[in-house]
């Protein structure tokens, strides 16, 4: 199984509100990752938590806040976002087994977000 | 100059024919290499994963890796309208928990 679930599938906000998505992976990957994704680019990473620890893409804005409550698990926190943050948001994870050579990342299928 | 190129498209094809797609890089540390399909609205769907010069076949797929010439390309056989997608090629330096690198995207159409 290589399914990584994403919730909601669909969000609509306001520029003040606070919303979360939602992440989930049963394959006992230990890295799992947020990605941002425009109309017709390539996905651009934002988040990487390995081991449930984090790094982060550090042109990131603050209003986006990831949670990794546990390995199975991963959040995006968003808080007073702009409608330029109006994207495809993906998450996903990879076994990221040191010494291994397959870590190919496993994509979800996404949560379509519109910020009004 | 980008890490990654690749030409967006669109290539449209008709049913049946054997297609291309290529990714050239710069950067010599690149050493694991995918090739993903993404539909339209939707995420990407992994399809090949390599690591080493040379082949490898999956079904109608075939990744090929050139690390002297820092140039790989996926093959589809008999193509197919269900083929008809964006195949976004990306490589990391490490293959541990690492950032990919995307090339564009290439568009492709297959007509019936």
């Known amino acids: 199984d290589t399914e990584v679930t994403q919730t909601p599938k669909h969000l609509v906000m306001g520029m003040t509100n606070k919303k979360s998505l939602k992440c989930e992976q049963h394959?006992?990957?230990?890295?799992m990752y947020w990605y941002k994704q425009k109309a017709k680019k390539p996905p651009e990473l934002m988040f990487v938590?390995?081991?449930?620890?984090?790094?982060i893409n550090e042109s990131v804005p603050s209003r986006f806040s990831p949670e990794c409550p546990n390995s199975s698990l991963l959040n995006l926190h968003l808080h007073a976002l702009q409608p330029e943050d109006s994207a495809l948001y993906l998450c996903?994870?990879?076994?990221?087994?040191?010494?291994?050579?397959?870590?190919?990342?496993?994509f979800g299928p996404g949560t379509r977000l519109t910020v009004l | 100059q980008k890490e990654v190129e690749q030409d967006p498209g669109p290539l449209s094809v008709p049913e049946g024919a054997i297609v291309s797609l290529n990714c050239t890089y710069s950067?010599?540390?690149?050493?694991?290499f995918m090739w993903y399909r993404q539909y339209s609205r939707k995420g990407p769907e992994l399809l090949m994963y390599?690591?080493?010069?040379g082949n490898k076949e999956d079904g109608r797929f075939t990744a090929q890796v050139d690390k002297s010439s820092k140039y790989i390309s996926l093959f589809i056989r008999d193509s197919q309208p269900s083929d008809s997608a964006t195949y976004l090629c990306?490589?990391?330096?490490?293959?541990?928990?690492?950032?990919?690198?995307f090339g564009t995207g290439t568009r492709l159409q297959v007509t019936l």
């Open positions: 996903a994870s990879s076994q990221d087994e040191p010494g291994q050579a397959n870590n190919e990342q496993f």
């Open positions: 394959m006992g990957h230990r890295a």
């Open positions: 938590y390995s081991y449930e620890k984090l790094s």
């Open positions: 950067n010599s540390a690149f050493q694991y």
């Open positions: 390599t690591y080493s010069s």
């Open positions: 990306a490589m990391s330096k490490s293959g541990t928990a690492s950032k990919l690198t």
